[in-house]
């Protein structure tokens, strides 16, 4: 089951800020929601350990991250895939652009894709797309406070 999700968030940081941030592992860690552990395996893949509830299901995902498309400080292509064992598989990506609005503002847009299977794609398309959007929203809106704080 194949979802697509779009969004914006206004950054009070400059461009070369948000680009560094977007790369950096810790950053990453604190804005995905459910987190456990992220690592740095190479210059453009990430390990990591997701915990998520969909509805009823509650899922450890392990699985891989990896940064493509990488255009310095204009934004990159990321994508993740997680096995959570008996509850399915989770997969999913986002193309994120980054403009500068002045010298301390960034405009950050994101076009979010998911994809599920197994036990999770089961509880509904309804629920499934309420949930990813829910999530999507989260990160980049988790990631603009941090960033923004900082």
């Known amino acids: ?25 810790d950053v990453l860690k604190q804005c995905i929601p459910g987190c456990q552990s992220l690592e ?11 915990v998520l509830k969909i509805g ?3 899922a450890t995902f392990n699985g891989a991250v990896t940064l493509s498309n990488l255009t310095p400080p204009s934004g990159y292509t990321i994508t ?11 997969k ?15 405009v950050l847009k994101y076009t ?7 036990k999770i794609a089961q509880l509904g398309s309804r629920l499934i797309e ?3 959007k829910k999530l ?3 990160f980049f809106s988790t990631f603009n406070q941090t960033v923004s704080a900082s």
């Open 136 to 138: 999507a929203g989260e």
């Open 40 to 50: 740095k395996t190479s210059d453009n893949e990430l390990a990591a350990t997701v």
């Open 80 to 90: 993740g895939e997680g096995k959570g064992g008996v509850a399915g598989f989770a």
């Open 92 to 106: 999913g990506g986002a193309d994120v652009a980054l403009a500068e609005d002045g010298p301390d503002t960034t």
């Open 130 to 132: 309420s949930t990813s």
């Open 1 to 25: 089951m194949a979802l697509n999700m779009e969004g914006e968030e206004r950054i009070a940081a400059p461009i070369q800020k948000v680009w560094e941030a977007l790369n950096d592992p």
């Open 112 to 118: 979010a894709k998911a994809d599920v299977g197994g």
């Open 56 to 58: 009823p299901i509650k």
